[in-house]
């Protein structure tokens, strides 16, 4: 997963004309993190439908995500993460709880989905 990340940043920067072996001015920086993120989040949505569809063919009731499974173990470990939560994990938290799931999160390293 962390490969294939790595492997669509790339890609962004190479498609906003930004060499790969060029130093981005701090405004094309700026710009290609919140394009990264907005595709996290969408990632990150689909990845835990995925798990959840996963746990329902399976005959589960209930789903365990981890973040680290997701997201960069260093990052989260320095929480350098922290600025991806707000963007990229809360809002699957919140659209799971409008639509009925249970999810408890622990410190922001995974969660259960309840169902």
């Given at each position: 997963?962390?490969a294939?990340?790595?492997?669509?940043?790339?890609?962004?920067?190479?498609?906003?004309?930004?060499?790969?072996?060029?130093?981005?001015?701090?405004?094309?920086?700026?710009?290609?993190?919140?394009?990264?993120?907005?595709?996290?989040?969408?990632?990150?949505?689909?990845?835990?439908?995925?798990?959840?569809?996963?746990?329902?063919?399976?005959?589960?009731?209930?789903?365990?995500?981890?973040?680290?499974?997701?997201?960069?173990?260093?990052?989260?470990?320095?929480?350098?993460?922290?600025?991806?939560?707000?963007?990229?994990?809360?809002?699957?938290?919140?659209?799971?709880r409008?639509?009925?799931?249970?999810?408890?999160?622990?410190?922001?390293?995974?969660?259960?989905?309840?169902?």
């Amino acid at each position: 997963m962390n490969a294939e990340i790595i492997h669509r940043l790339e890609q962004s920067f190479e498609s906003s004309g930004v060499p790969m072996d060029e130093l981005p001015t701090p405004e094309q920086a700026r710009e290609q993190a919140a394009k990264a993120r907005a595709s996290l989040k969408v990632q990150f949505r689909n990845y835990v439908i995925g798990e959840i569809r996963k746990a329902i063919q399976s005959g589960y009731d209930a789903v365990d995500i981890e973040f680290d499974d997701y997201i960069d173990e260093d990052a989260l470990a320095n929480r350098s993460a922290d600025a991806l939560i707000p963007e990229v994990i809360d809002p699957t938290i919140e659209e799971l709880r409008r639509v009925g799931y249970e999810p408890e999160v622990f410190d922001y390293s995974s969660m259960t989905i309840r169902f």
